[in-house]
């Protein structure tokens, strides 16, 4: 068994220890002796996006993403063959905004997204930012799971229909908002940084599985001794609920 995966913008999106994300899935597939096969595509490059079981794109500031955009929309149609064959999307914050309408970033400067979804993402003027600890109670093909790490983002995404999970501790979507990220049952877009997954051992294992049940079908995970996550974990979102 092999878990194929693509990671866009490697050397430009790798925003608050994004990299993490992809040390955490290539380290819970080797656990498992499952075939852990890393790609990368940055600018000017083009890939033939469907073979891939998942794809990882990161966060960066506005800088990154005006430096990208024209870039992104080049791999638009081989994206799109991409998620029309059944690949896994996560996306982390700057890589969740543009696959959606456009980001506006503070000054007014107008990005477009690759469309794909209707949200879209503006970066208000009164400067408020999203920033510190996130807990949310998210949904995961009807899996309830509880997801934490950090968020630090101007950007305000609004029009998002079937949001990731609902905000316990933190911002979310907008400025102390009720809803965080973006999940249609492919296609996961978040703004947890931190990095997203080394704490997030359930959240880690449904990628895996998801990703990999695109080529195998049913897919069963040998499970792992989480101790050192799971008490990780705990003491972080317990301390957050007490502030």
Excluded at 129 to 149: F, H
Aim: charged share 25%; net charge neutral; glycine share 10%.
């Amino acid at each position: 068994m092999e878990l194929n995966i693509l990671w866009l913008y490697h050397d430009v999106m790798d925003l608050y220890g994004d990299r993490g994300n992809i040390q955490t899935l290539k380290y819970r597939c080797e656990k498992r002796n499952i075939q852990f096969n890393l790609e990368t595509c940055g600018l000017n490059e083009h890939t033939d996006y469907k073979q891939f079981d998942l794809i990882f794109m990161g966060g960066g500031a506005d800088k990154e993403q005006k430096i990208l955009a024209n870039d992104l929309i080049s791999k638009k149609q081989g994206l799109q063959d991409a998620l029309q064959q059944g690949t896994i999307f996560l996306l982390i914050c700057g890589g969740y905004q543009l696959f959606g309408q456009y980001y506006t970033d503070a000054n007014g400067n107008k990005i477009p997204g690759l469309a794909f979804y209707d949200y879209y993402t503006t970066a208000p003027q009164n400067k408020k930012r999203c920033v510190g600890n996130v807990l949310i109670q998210a949904n995961l093909d009807d899996e309830i799971i509880e997801i934490c790490g950090f968020e630090n983002h101007g950007g305000q995404t609004e029009n998002v229909k079937t949001p990731l999970g609902k905000v316990i501790v933190g911002h979310g979507n907008q400025y102390k908002h009720q809803f965080e990220g973006f999940y249609n049952g492919q296609v996961i877009g978040t703004y947890i940084h931190g990095p997203l997954l080394p704490k997030n051992a359930k959240l880690s294992d449904f990628i895996i599985k998801k990703a990999l049940t695109r080529r195998y079908g049913k897919v069963t995970l040998i499970p792992l001794d989480d101790t050192f996550e799971n008490n990780a974990f705990k003491m972080i979102t317990e301390r957050m609920k007490k502030t």
